[in-house]
Antibody, heavy 119, light 113 residues
Framework: EVQLVESGGGLVQPGGSLRLSCAAS????????MHWVRQAPGKGLVWVSH????????TYADSVKGRFTVSRDNAKNTLYLQMNSLRAEDTAVYYC????????????WGQGTLVTVSS | DIVMTQSPDSLAVSLGERATIICKSS????????????LSWYQQKPGQPPKLLIY???TRESGVPDRFSGSGSGTDFTLTISSLQAEDVAVYYC?????????FGQGTKVETK
């Protein structure tokens, strides 16, 4: 069974940092591109970033470029999102999702982890 | 960025009746190289992650009931639930994956009347 489990969310002050993790199981992690998508409370889905299957290529939404870094460890079947210089508007549930390639739709998602940026 | 606009924002339908959601993109998501529309539909129930329903505008994901269907091409797309069931109450999102960044519509909330 495909499973994606996010962790690392929590309350952080503006300007602070947080690292999210997404542990994958039930599939060959190194064969899939991985995405981060976020959802502010009561709002819609917003794509954040993706990384290719071997970690050599990454892309970001303009709103997080230069502040967030996506990475993966295929030996540990884990995806990461390092978030720096956090702002109130980054408050959201962050989901990881897998895709067969590139921007293709995410066919499995984790349950999400909540990041709250507040003083 | 390609802007995705859904209508209506919310929809109340009686159980067993048809629900139709429209999604329009600000530019075509039809690829001339493979004649495929890079458009997907997701369902999200409260407190849950999104679930992929349809990709390539009209291909149902494995396990999705056949009461869900997608149609359209270019810039205009439709998600139809042919006979609404109680478990279909959710928010539905369209997404284009033709270009980066992939973008979502604002969502359409489907409720029972």
């Amino acid at each position: 069974e495909v499973q994606l489990v996010e962790s690392g969310g929590g309350l952080v002050q503006p300007g602070g940092s947080l690292r999210l993790s997404c542990a994958a199981s039930g599939f060959t992690f190194s064969s899939y591109w991985m995405h981060w998508v976020r959802q502010a409370p009561g709002k819609g889905l917003v794509w954040v970033s993706h990384i290719n299957n071997d970690g050599s290529s990454t892309t970001y939404a303009d709103s997080v470029k230069g502040r967030f870094t996506v990475s993966r460890d295929n030996a540990k079947n884990t995806l990461y999102l390092q978030m720096n210089s956090l702002r109130a508007e980054d408050t959201a549930v962050y989901y990881c999702g897998r895709a067969v390639w590139g921007n293709h739709p995410q066919d499995h998602w984790g349950q999400g982890t909540l990041v709250t940026v507040s003083s | 960025d390609i802007v995705m606009t859904q209508s209506p924002d919310s929809l109340a339908v009686s159980l067993g009746e048809r629900a139709t959601i429209i999604c329009k993109s600000s530019q075509s998501v039809l690829s001339s190289s493979n004649n495929k529309n890079y458009l997907s539909w997701y369902q999200q129930k409260p407190g849950q992650p999104p679930k992929l329903l349809i990709y390539w505008a009209s291909t149902r994901e494995s396990g999705v009931p056949d009461r869900f269907s997608g149609s359209g091409s270019g810039t205009d797309f439709t998600l139809t639930i042919s006979s609404l069931q109680a478990e279909d109450v959710a928010v539905y999102y369209c997404q284009q994956y033709y270009s980066t960044p992939p973008t979502f519509g604002q969502g359409t909330k489907v409720e029972t009347k």
